[in-house]
C-alpha cells in the first residue's frame, strides 16, 4: 500500500484571499501557501496580526494544514486591516478531494 507523506496533500488546493487576490489553484499544497504569504504581504497588517497570519500559512504548518484539508475539507481565517476583513479561504479544488475530506460533492 502506497500512502502520502504527512506533509503532502495529495489533491489540487484552492486559494483566495477576499478583496486582495482572485481565486486560484496549486496542484501542490506548499505552493498553495506561497500564494497565500504572498497575498498578506500586500495588506498593511499590524505586527501582530501579521505575525499570527506568518505562523498560521508558514511552510512549517504544511502538515498541519493538509491534515486540515484531510478531516475538515476546509481551512478558514481573516486578515484584518483596520475595520475591514479579507477572508482567507483554503479548500480541496476538486469534488474527489472534497468527498476524501467528507464534504459531499457539489451538485452538477
Do not use: K, N, S
Not at 506533509?7 to 500564494?35: C, K, N, Q, S, W
Amino acid at each position: 500500500m502506497t500512502t502520502t507523506p504527512p506533509h503532502e496533500y495529495p489533491h489540487p488546493v484552492t486559494v483566495e484571499i477576499g478583496g486582495v487576490t482572485e481565486t486560484a489553484t496549486f496542484t501542490r499544497l506548499a505552493d498553495a501557501l506561497a500564494a497565500v504569504r504572498a497575498g498578506l504581504a500586500h495588506l498593511p497588517l499590524d505586527d501582530d496580526h501579521a505575525g499570527c497570519l506568518a505562523d498560521l500559512f508558514a511552510p512549517e504548518a504544511t502538515a498541519r494544514i493538509a491534515q486540515r484539508l484531510t478531516d475538515v475539507g476546509a481551512l478558514r481565517a481573516i486578515a484584518f486591516v483596520g475595520l475591514h476583513a479579507h477572508p482567507i479561504y483554503l479548500r480541496p479544488a476538486d469534488d474527489t478531494a472534497a468527498a476524501v475530506a467528507g464534504d459531499p460533492p457539489e451538485p452538477a
